[in-house]
């Protein structure tokens, strides 16, 4: 008679490194759940909601439950969750859309969600059968994937299949949100140049770098027919930070050296050329 009950109250308890795993764990796991919902960017809140099933995971995989653990890794934390960040950048979330309230009332009815929630835990959890511990043994007797898919497709069908409606709205909301529809005719290019002359911007295309210069770094300005520097061929970024060079004064005097050299050497060939029809005159 004492050997069984040693035996259960052994069963019962958790041994120290248990202990501590689970205290610890259990904080990372809180702290990421109130980050999930804190979070001021989505990326964040995502990322801490990704941080809490790792943690999930671990609690299954050292409890025995070596399927769901691996499961919550591979399929929520690698494939809902990084789905979650695609559509996060895709649409593009921003603070400020945060705070534009697009249905109205939607957070009174959040809370409220919210409330019916945790009063369907508490009683779930009050109405919990803690008397009896039959143990990771006994649950996984006839192993742990028949186990788990026994009472997924019997005693909890329905919230199975809920739960599989659920992630399919999901998805397909997340289409909706980065599909985007043109609501109103684009414009043609005879209209851009309309709109550009009203508007008293650059008509005609910017000028490119190093245009009649003699290099194509961007930090050096383009050149004018009249040996001008243009500013429009610099980045205003640069232009700010003092980073352009400018080549106008040497551009102009290499210009007059070549204009210089280049008319020697028309005054050089037509020198030859009147000596040589001279000679050919003379014989």
Same mark, same amino acid.
């Given at each position: ?8 109250? *052994? $069963? ?6 248990? @202990?501590?795993?689970?205290? #610890?764990?259990?904080? !990372? ?12 960017? %989505? ?18 995989? %050292? ?7 691996? !499961?919550? #890794?591979?399929?929520?934390?690698? @494939? ?6 695609? +559509? ?73 299949? #809920? ?14 949100? /980065? ?6 005719? %684009? ?5 851009? *140049?309309?709109?550009? +002359? ?9 000028? *490119?770098?190093? !245009?009649? $210069? ?5 930090? #050096? ?11 429009? /061929? ?50």
């Amino acid at each position: 008679m004492i050997a069984p009950s040693l035996a259960a109250s *052994a $069963a019962s308890t958790t041994s120290t490194g248990e @202990a501590v795993q689970f205290w #610890i764990l259990a904080v !990372v796991a809180v702290l990421g759940a109130l980050g999930a919902v804190l979070m001021r960017k %989505a990326v964040h809140s995502a990322l801490s909601l990704a941080g809490t099933m790792i943690v999930l995971a671990v609690f299954y995989l %050292a409890n025995g439950a070596y399927f769901l653990g691996v !499961v919550q #890794i591979v399929v929520y934390t690698g @494939a809902i969750m990084m789905l979650f960040l695609f +559509v996060v950048m895709l649409v593009g979330v921003t603070a400020a859309d945060s705070l534009k309230e697009t249905i109205k009332g939607q957070r009174w009815l959040a809370g409220l969600c919210v409330l019916g929630f945790g009063i369907l835990l508490m009683a779930g959890i009050s109405n919990a059968s803690l008397k009896e511990w039959n143990g990771v043994g006994r649950a996984n007797a006839g192993g742990n994937v028949e186990g788990l898919a026994s009472l997924i497709f019997t005693k909890y069908v329905f919230a199975f299949e #809920i739960t599989g409606a659920l992630l399919i709205t999901a998805a397909v909301g997340a289409m909706v949100l /980065t599909h985007r529809e043109r609501t109103e005719r %684009a414009a043609t290019q005879r209209e851009r *140049a309309e709109q550009r +002359v009203r508007e008293g911007k650059q008509v005609t295309p910017l000028p *490119a770098p190093g !245009v009649y $210069a003699r290099h194509n770094a961007v930090d #050096i300005p383009g050149l004018l027919p009249d040996g001008t520097a243009s500013d429009l /061929t610099v980045s205003p970024t640069l232009r700010a930070r003092g980073q352009v060079r400018d080549v106008s004064g040497e551009a102009l005097q290499d210009l007059k050296a070549l204009e210089q050299r280049s008319s020697e050497w028309l005054e050089r060939g037509r020198s030859e050329d009147a000596d040589a029809n001279g000679k050919g005159a003379g014989k």
